[in-house]
């Protein structure tokens, strides 16, 4: 080929590309490849055919090649960021976004994807960061927009997050997912009644889109109409037939409606489809009189509740809801058994907001918990000496004699029967040791299940457990650890002390 020919074949080649007939250019490339194999472009044109094909390794190599010819040229280090990119090639891909900022600083793309990038790795604070700067860049991005909001979202930036989304509306009003998404960090909000009518766009633009069906049954709910809400998850469940959260979500909207049969109907189904019970449908069953009450909540149930709420579970609980269950207990053993050093074991950790008090009257430390992102938020506090994973009364009976305090607050209230859990305590302490915790209070005999779906527990039924176990109370007061709708939840803070010679049961 002439020279004249080559350049215009190399034209036609990215001419192919951009139209999408990948054969034709590749046709071409091969052509040109045994013309002149040193043609400037060609490297980038193979770069460009290889990243068409989906293989990233060969786009790299090819682009590479490119780059040695001409380093800071823009258009090849971006194909090169995106072939690493696509092989998941976080670091190197990182990179070469950055440097292609540092030449080309306006370049709206290089900050989205960068974003893009740090968002599929979870880094969040810096997705946030540049995705900012693509929106400044290119404020008609809706892309860059949107993936800010999910950036935001998942940082708890809720306020941010619904700007970012209305945004990605303002610039897209045919972006259902933004809809969708928006709805959810408003009912996030308490907007419900706004939230309503913008999962109502979702849903119009994609109604078969079951995800959006479900986000307006949440909506619906929240905003009151349960009846709405019934029909929005109905909808759900037509088009993605297996789907547990919309029936357990109907269920209970069916629950609330009075319609008890068609809830109890609902909630077995969902027991049936998920014998682990994540969403607690046993408890529920037992309050509507159609299963006898569990002993406890299904440790999949709390695991999945707690999970959910590691996040903002100190500032929900602490915050809204004026959770105080640590200040309590530790003033509670300060007064009867000292000040320490214990060896203690707190049991039902959560995020560790007990063992900010114990740890200064503590020689070891010791947390377990069911839910491992709640022992997560534990361990950033590097307080704990040990952290496990697990449910209590195995812990405990896994350490016989270690500890001269057992500590649970606001835990056992998951819990019905206690009598492992004394048992376990008992077997975990050393002789003369503390066993502290909270419990909700029944004014009854024995232990019943809430309407809250958590167990309150009498003093009678405490004292009977205590003293089978071999445990002699020190301390019961009534308390409160937290409000619910503005009033203080009657409770009881408990210290026992376990005695030399526990008594055996019969
Ligand atoms: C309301 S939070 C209290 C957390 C912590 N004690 C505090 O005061 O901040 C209850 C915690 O108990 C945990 N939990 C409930 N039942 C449990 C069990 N059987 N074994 C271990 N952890 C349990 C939950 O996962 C959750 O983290």
């Not at 740090?118 to 880094?123: D, S, T």
């Not at 940082?155 to 928006?182: M, N, P």
């Not at 009598?419 to 008992?426: D, I, K």
Request: charged share 25%; aromatic share 6%.
């Amino acid at each position: 080929m002439r020279k004249l020919d080559l350049a215009q074949a190399l034209a036609e080649a990215f001419g192919h590309l951009e139209a999408n007939r990948v054969g034709e250019a590749k046709r071409l490339a091969r052509d040109l490849e045994r013309a002149q194999p040193s043609l400037p472009g060609l490297r980038y044109l193979q770069g460009l055919v290889a990243m068409a094909e989906g293989d990233g390794r060969k786009a790299a190599q090819s682009l590479a090649k490119a780059l040695a010819q001409t380093p800071d040229a823009v258009p090849p280090l971006l194909a090169m960021a995106r072939a690493q990119a696509l092989q998941q090639r976080h670091g190197p891909a990182e990179m070469a976004y950055l440097r292609l900022i540092a030449l080309s600083p306006a370049l709206a793309e290089a900050y989205d994807e960068l974003g893009a990038l740090y968002l599929a790795c979870g880094r969040m604070e810096a997705a946030v960061g540049s995705l900012d700067r693509a929106t400044t860049v290119r404020p008609k991005g809706a892309g860059a927009w949107y993936r800010l909001g999910i950036a935001q979202r998942s940082l708890g930036h809720w306020e941010a997050a619904a700007r970012s989304f209305a945004q990605t509306i303002a610039v897209d009003d045919k972006h259902a997912k933004a809809y969708a998404s928006l709805a959810g960090v408003l009912r996030r909000l308490k907007r419900a009644s706004e939230s309503v009518g913008v999962a109502r766009q979702a849903v119009r633009l994609e109604p078969a889109e079951a995800s959006h069906w479900l986000e307006l049954g949440q909506a619906e709910r929240e905003g009151g109409d349960l009846d709405a809400a019934v029909a929005a998850f109905r909808e759900v469940m037509r088009l993605a037939s297996d789907d547990i959260e919309a029936l357990w979500l109907s269920a209970e909207c069916l629950n609330a409606l009075g319609r008890q049969d068609d809830a109890v109907a609902a909630y077995r189904r969902v027991l049936a489809q998920d014998p682990a019970d994540r969403f607690g449908a046993a408890l529920a069953l037992a309050q509507c009189g159609a299963l006898p009450p569990p002993g406890e909540a299904s440790p999949t149930f709390i695991r999945t509740l707690f999970d959910q709420y590691a996040d903002g579970f100190d500032r929900d609980l602490v915050e809204g809801l004026n959770y105080r269950g640590p200040a309590i207990l530790i003033d509670a053993i300060g007064r009867t058994l000292g000040s320490g050093p214990f060896d203690a074991f707190d049991v039902g950790c959560g995020t560790g907001l007990l063992g900010v008090g114990l740890r200064p009257m503590t020689g070891r430390l010791d947390g377990v918990d069911l839910s491992p992102r709640m022992i997560a938020k534990a361990r950033e506090r590097r307080l704990y000496d040990e952290l496990g994973e697990g449910d209590l009364v195995t812990a405990l009976n896994r350490r016989p004699a270690a500890y001269d305090l057992v500590a649970a607050a606001d835990v056992l209230i998951y819990l019905g029967d206690l009598r492992a859990v004394f048992e376990a305590a008992a077997a975990a302490l050393r002789d003369g040791g503390g066993f502290a915790f909270t419990v909700e209070a029944h004014k009854g005999d024995g232990y019943v299940l809430l309407e809250s779906r958590r167990f309150a527990h009498s003093l009678s039924y405490l004292r009977q457990q205590a003293v089978a176990a071999g445990f002699v109370s020190l301390l019961q007061e009534e308390t409160a650890t937290r409000d619910d709708r503005g009033q203080p939840v009657p409770g009881y803070v408990v210290v026992m002390r376990k005695t030399t010679s526990a008594p055996s049961r019969s």
